[in-house]
């Protein structure tokens, strides 16, 4: 998996949540924290683009429009069982700056779980693969509140086209987020109810465990406070309290205050043992900060470190994640 994250800062929200506070954000925080518009253009004005054949899969290049009418591109991938009964719906999410040709090869994964049943749909976010913009200049430009609000009013439109394909079943629909995919699961589940499923990949930014140790440097390259920090060789305290300062909203997108918010939908966190972006430590606070919420439905949340991998979705994540949707969206 190539570079994964650009930076993940909040700097326009109102009714930000402690970082060690007891209660979760609730969707209006979120909304806030994200910038979200509270509706949605109506005209999807969608079409297909390209139709083929993949093994026993059909896979489709299609558009929709997003906010202001832009394009949107996307593929999406479904079995002849559609024919019959709509299927399950999985929005998949590759990192950053992955395209989502990248589900396709080298990870094959558009395909194959379309053929396992169900209806797999994967865009671009913006300023990636097919669509015009650089995503480092547009924060810097607009600020990472709007641009990330960009990125989830897009897979909310995604959802939205789903619901317009009669091979899609909208009852059942899950999120699969690789890196800033996985971190773009919580959020959007944050906001949108209409997922009832998520595994997020490697994308549990927990703000204490990246400050508090050499990730944000990988993370936040780039910024002004980043190269300030670095050359005042601050120690982890000094980092998480300057960010903070700088950007209190961050409370607000913290992965384990958003997980312990998506109870009792089943929440299945990954990482890799070797990640040095999720780090194992990451990830387990994020899974502790959940286990209260999902006390009454504990079957609902897992936790898995993959031993032996860096920041990847290896083959045996990639079988994990399939069997967690089996289990909840299939079953």
């Not at 079995?79 to 990870?107: H, T, Y």
């Not at 699969?176 to 995919?181: I, K, N, P, V």
């Not at 990451?282 to 009454?296: D, I, L």
Request: aromatic letters at 8%; charged letters at 25%; proline letters at 7%.
């Amino acid at each position: 998996m190539r570079r994964c994250y650009l930076v993940l800062l909040i700097t326009a929200c109102t009714g930000g949540c402690d970082l060690d506070g007891p209660d979760p954000p609730t969707a209006d925080q979120v909304r806030a924290a994200l910038s979200l518009p509270w509706f949605r253009a109506a005209s999807l004005a969608d079409r297909v683009e390209e139709s083929w054949r993949r093994r026993d899969a059909v896979i489709e290049r299609v558009t929709f429009h997003g906010r202001r009418g832009q394009p949107i591109p996307a593929l999406i991938g479904y079995s002849d069982l559609a024919a019959s009964r709509p299927l399950p719906v999985i929005l998949c999410m590759p990192g950053s700056p992955n395209r989502k040709e990248d589900l396709v090869a080298p990870l094959d994964l558009l395909a194959s779980w379309a053929q396992d049943g169900f209806f797999v749909i994967s865009i671009d976010r913006p300023y990636h693969g097919d669509r015009p913009g650089d995503p480092e200049e547009a924060i810097r430009e607009k600020g990472l509140p709007t641009v990330l609000g960009e990125y989830v009013y897009d897979l909310m439109r995604a959802l939205d086209y789903a619901a317009t394909r009669p091979e899609a079943d909208m009852t059942r629909v899950g999120m699969l987020g690789l890196s800033m995919g996985g971190m773009e699961s919580l959020l959007l589940a944050a906001v949108d109810e209409r997922v009832g499923v998520v595994v997020s990949v490697s994308g549990q930014l927990s703000w204490q465990d990246v400050f508090r140790t050499d990730s944000w440097k990988l993370i936040f390259t780039g910024l002004p406070l980043t190269r300030k920090l670095r050359a005042e060789n601050a120690s982890g305290d000094v980092v998480l309290d300057a960010f903070l300062a700088q950007m209190p909203e961050l409370s607000v997108l913290d992965a384990p205050v958003i997980a312990a918010s998506l109870s009792p939908r089943p929440l299945l966190l990954m990482t890799g043992e070797r990640d040095p972006y999720i780090t194992p430590a990451a990830a387990r606070r994020t899974h502790a900060a959940a286990v209260e919420s999902y006390h009454q439905t504990p079957e609902r949340l897992q936790l898995w470190i993959a031993g032996g991998v860096g920041h990847a979705f290896s083959a045996s994540m990639q079988r994990r994640a399939l069997d967690w949707f089996r289990l909840w969206l299939a079953g």
